[in-house]
């Protein structure tokens, strides 16, 4: 005879997750002289991000630097969550000083489907 601890796993493993998680993906090139100064002001984001209780992960990464190539990724528990973000004076400053000076290929998707990648 199952536990009930047992059925509450197997109904929790069984039913899709009801929550959309939004991931935000892609890179952005910016010029590569001034890839270091990016990095760290989008970096200087993290602590913003991580006040915000909707922040499941950010990261801003150099992928190469000789060209100025950034790699995005993000996961939000919701849009109201990113939204939030979005809207904070620092994050709104760093997207108007380097909008003009990148060419950014960052997208969303919503996470409907989330699963291990290993199964």
């Known amino acids: 005879m199952n ?3 047992d059925s509450a796993a197997t109904t929790a493993t069984a039913e899709p997750s009801v929550r959309t998680d ?3 993906a892609g890179r952005v090139f910016v010029p590569a002289k001034d890839v270091e100064t990016f990095i760290a002001e989008a970096q200087s984001t993290y602590p913003i991000a ?3 209780p909707g922040n499941v992960s950010i990261s801003f ?3 190469d630097a000789a060209t100025g190539t950034v790699t995005v990724l993000e ?3 919701s849009q109201e969550a990113l939204d939030r973000h979005l809207a904070t004076p620092e994050v709104m400053a760093l997207f108007a000083k380097w909008s003009p000076h990148m060419r950014n290929e960052v997208r969303r998707f919503d996470v409907l489907n989330e699963r291990d990648p290993r199964a």
């Open 3 to 5: 536990s009930p601890q």
């Open 22 to 24: 939004i991931i935000i």
């Open 50 to 52: 991580a006040a915000n």
């Open 61 to 63: 990464c150099v992928e």
């Open 75 to 77: 996961q939000w528990a």
